[in-house]
């Protein structure tokens, strides 16, 4: 929202500088998201065209004599189609910076002979002032400019652009604004009036309207004005219009988006004599029933949508945008022009469904207060009587099917001022602050009193409404500094979000990164994934998704991250090693869906960027289970690997993660997809390694806190020792296994496994495995007996735990 200065100040006189008004402003809960400053335009002047001839050279281009004020009439040449004599214009000089259209740059302007005459100067439109892109025609200024004034004492300006928060809906208006400045600053603030002469002809015998669905249409007020005659708007009206960043059109129309500026309440005029029966009937729209609106595009509606219909047709679309077969035009004689006060909500929804936002929908959206439509209808009847002519019939149509319920006041109490601020301020004194805001108070008692809330206003409802009122005008700043009445309550750890914070740390430093997706997926994902099985009908379904794309939630991190694989990799080749953390919904076969946090991720594409030294091989799954490794070993926490079998995995390529001793031992599934599932989502010829980890069953079998604590341990002053050592087991029992065996025994610190065979000289069922053991005792110097009697230790362990014996 744009709010000029120059309009502005017709309301209320601006005593502070543009920022600090804007800092005012904005500590006072009117956020000012910028100060623009229009003008600069050194050598600029107002000129008058005292005479005009075409140029004998060109048809298109024009020869004026214009009167720049302060010295004698010189010639410019003009290609505008709009000048004419009499017409007070801006007037360039030559040294003067200008935009040139050509080359979009800011160029002198020298005196130039075009089609053989001379030109001193230019006749300047608003491109050429950079005030908006428009250059088809040159400014025309109002009658009253007078020649030689600096044009920027007469285009300048400054501009707030208002970010305002939905409930000060109010503030869209030059008036609203106009009222916080008058009390942050104790002006007073000039309201137009809105009184205009009648004629003799009573309204109800020109017009009528039925109000046929009172919940959607609050209140409905219209004026007849007959005898109008349509034209352009004076210039000072198209000019605040322009100044706020709307287009002129015609008289009426101009008046109406006028006063909407204005007052904060949208109008909409309508030529009378389109009017089947000259009745207005405000209804639900049919199920089905096209309409087409003012931008000439035919719309389906529903019966959520309010109409504004007479009884033959459709009309408008309530508080929307109004219709081609009602528009006001050059032929216009009569006409009847609307005010009313339409259901908030469903004008939102109605401008969502139809794709169709508005100035009057952004206003109405945000709930206007009946007692509004009335005054900025006779404010917009009498000033179209001032620019359209016509006479105006007697009375206003007004049909309030809730005009009998008094509108509430509202309670303020010391004691309710006190609790919510923490600080002593006087009745007397909030009795001030709300009457600088417009707001009529009662005193009820020594320290309370009761409010009404302005028409103005629809967002005072409560007692902490009007609190908030007086604060703001005070200044926060006012609110005295004061220590907690009771003890700041001890942090109480999560061990979920440490859990996570740590796995995402340690993630990111094994050299994967973090991506973040919605929860939402479709339907298709999960069939890619071959996810979708005859329980899916008890996937959650969101009931107004954003998209397709976005349907149900997901039972699966899978289809979220594939997504995102396959979108980077139409963009680069990688390598990618990417993770998410985020929640999971598991369908339940009764009630609301588990929720499950879970951390997944992929690696795909090459494992070094290409270089001329050698070519690099796709990363498998030994580099994904070596990151898992390195973020897990990060966090303490010891993890094994045994084979699995899964759909979504290649098989044969697919292994559970475990935590030796945990309960429960898996938590999660890692493995190289399906080349199914990656032609699915379309991820490339590389293949995709994917890891799932289940996080609650991680902190259980962990750590209560889903973590270890890091402890120092200094290096042994003493050497080392090292074995190799082969041994003979079943096939059945995994490696990974073995070497924890190894490594609880005393004095054992690392086992390696280098080598696997399997063969001749071996029993049947029963397979080799070869490790470098490291020994080492932290007080001294280990001999062949001390490591001699830990091997002999050892294979006594291994014996018993999983039947191995020493290979001859």
Not at 474 to 489: F, H, R
Not at 616 to 625: K, T
Not at 762 to 778: E, M, N, Q
Request: with cysteine; aromatic share 6%; glycine share 8%.
């Amino acid at each position: 929202m744009l709010i000029p200065f120059s309009w502005l100040s017709q309301y209320v006189d601006i005593t502070l500088t543009p920022d600090e008004l804007a800092h005012r402003l904005t500590m006072g809960g009117i956020e000012v998201g910028d100060v623009i400053t229009r003008g600069g335009w050194e050598g600029c002047v107002v000129g008058y065209v005292r005479a005009t001839r075409p140029h004998p050279n060109a048809d298109t281009l024009t020869l004026c004599e214009v009167d720049p004020g302060d010295g004698p009439p010189v010639e410019v040449v003009c290609g505008a189609p709009n000048v004419a004599a009499g017409q007070n214009i801006c007037f360039a000089r030559p040294g003067v910076a200008l935009l040139n259209m050509h080359t979009g740059r800011r160029e002198e302007l020298k005196p130039a002979r075009i089609r053989g005459i001379v030109s001193e100067g230019m006749i300047c439109s608003e491109a050429e002032l950079e005030i908006s892109d428009e250059h088809e025609g040159i400014i025309v200024l109002p009658d009253d400019a007078v020649a030689g004034t600096p044009l920027d004492d007469v285009l300048g300006d400054t501009f707030l652009e208002l970010e305002l928060t939905p409930n000060r809906g109010d503030c869209l208006s030059m008036l609203g604004v106009a009222r916080e400045i008058g009390a942050i600053t104790g002006q007073p603030v000039l309201v137009p009036d809105i009184s205009y002469p009648e004629s003799a002809t009573p309204v109800a015998e020109l017009a009528r309207v039925t109000i046929a669905d009172p919940d959607l249409c609050h209140r409905y007020t219209a004026s007849v004005i007959t005898g109008i005659t349509i034209g352009d708007s004076p210039l000072w009206l198209q000019d605040r219009l322009i100044r706020a960043g709307l287009r002129p059109i015609n008289n009426v129309v101009d008046v109406t988006n006028y006063v909407m500026l204005e007052f904060n309440q949208p109008l909409h005029a309508f030529d009378l004599d389109t009017v089947a029966d000259h009745h207005v009937v405000v209804r639900r729209a049919a199920a089905g029933e096209k309409f087409t609106t003012l931008d000439e595009v035919e719309r389906k509606l529903s019966t959520d949508n309010l109409l504004i219909a007479d009884p033959a047709k459709a009309i408008g679309i309530g508080g929307v945008m109004g219709g081609a077969n009602s528009e006001i035009t050059p032929a216009t004689r009569n006409m009847l022009l609307e005010s009313a006060t339409f259901h908030n909500l469903n004008n939102r929804r109605t401008s969502t469904d139809l794709d169709l936002r508005t100035e009057a929908s952004q206003r109405f959206e945000k709930g206007l207060r009946p007692e509004l439509a009335p005054i900025a209808l006779r404010r917009a009847t009498q000033m179209i009587l001032e620019t359209a002519g016509g006479e105006a019939a007697a009375g206003i149509i007004d049909v309030f099917p809730d005009g009998d319920q008094p509108v509430l006041p509202v309670p303020l109490t010391v004691e309710r001022l006190r609790q919510l601020l923490g600080m002593d301020l006087d009745i007397s004194r909030a009795e001030t602050v709300l009457a600088s805001l417009g707001i009529t108070t009662r005193r009820t008692g020594p320290d309370s009193l009761e409010a009404d809330p302005p028409y103005w206003r629809s967002d005072i409802a409560i007692e902490e409404d009007l609190i908030e009122e007086v604060i703001r005008i005070i200044g926060y700043d006012e609110v005295p500094t004061t220590m907690l009445s009771s003890p700041i309550p001890y942090h109480q750890g999560d061990a979920m979000m440490a859990l996570k914070d740590n796995l995402r740390d340690a993630l990111s430093a094994a050299g994967m990164q973090e991506t973040i997706s919605y929860p939402l997926v479709s339907p298709d994902d999960l069939s890619r994934l071959h996810r979708v099985d005859d329980g899916h009908e008890s996937l959650l379904r969101v009931a107004n998704p954003m998209s397709a794309e976005q349907d149900v939630l997901r039972p699966t991190l899978a289809a979220s991250i594939l997504n995102t694989l396959a979108y980077n990799r139409g963009h680069n080749d990688g390598g990618f090693r990417l993770f998410e953390l985020g929640r999971a919904f598991i369908p339940q076969d009764t009630g609301l869906p588990q929720e499950r946090e879970l951390a997944a991720g992929v690696m795909c594409g090459p494992r070094y960027d290409a270089n001329w030294l050698s070519d690099s091989d796709a990363l498998d799954f030994y580099d994904l289970s070596g990151a898992l490794d390195t973020a897990f070993t990060r966090m303490g926490i010891t993890v094994a690997y045994q084979a699995s079998d899964s759909s979504l995995f290649h098989p044969g390529r697919c292994a559970e993660i475990t935590v030796p001793g945990g309960e429960p031992a898996s938590i999660g599934t890692v493995g190289e997809l399906h080349p199914d599932v990656c032609d699915a989502f379309d991820t490339g010829p590389d293949p995709v390694i994917y890891f799932e980890v289940r996080l609650h069953d991680l902190l259980a079998a962990t750590r209560d806190d889903g973590s270890a604590e890091n402890r120092f341990q200094s290096l042994s002053r003493f050497p080392a020792a090292n074995r190799d050592l082969a041994l003979v087991v079943p096939d059945s029992v995994p490696a990974n296994q073995v070497q924890h065996l190894i490594e609880r025994v005393r004095l054992v610190e690392r086992a390696e496994l280098f080598d696997v065979y399997a063969g001749e000289n071996l029993p049947d069922g029963a397979r080799s495995l070869a490790f470098r053991i490291r020994f080492r005792a932290p007080d001294r110097t280990l001999t062949n007996d001390d490591v001699n009697r830990a091997i002999n230790g050892l294979t006594r362990v291994l014996d018993r735990e999983v039947g191995a014996t020493i290979r001859e």
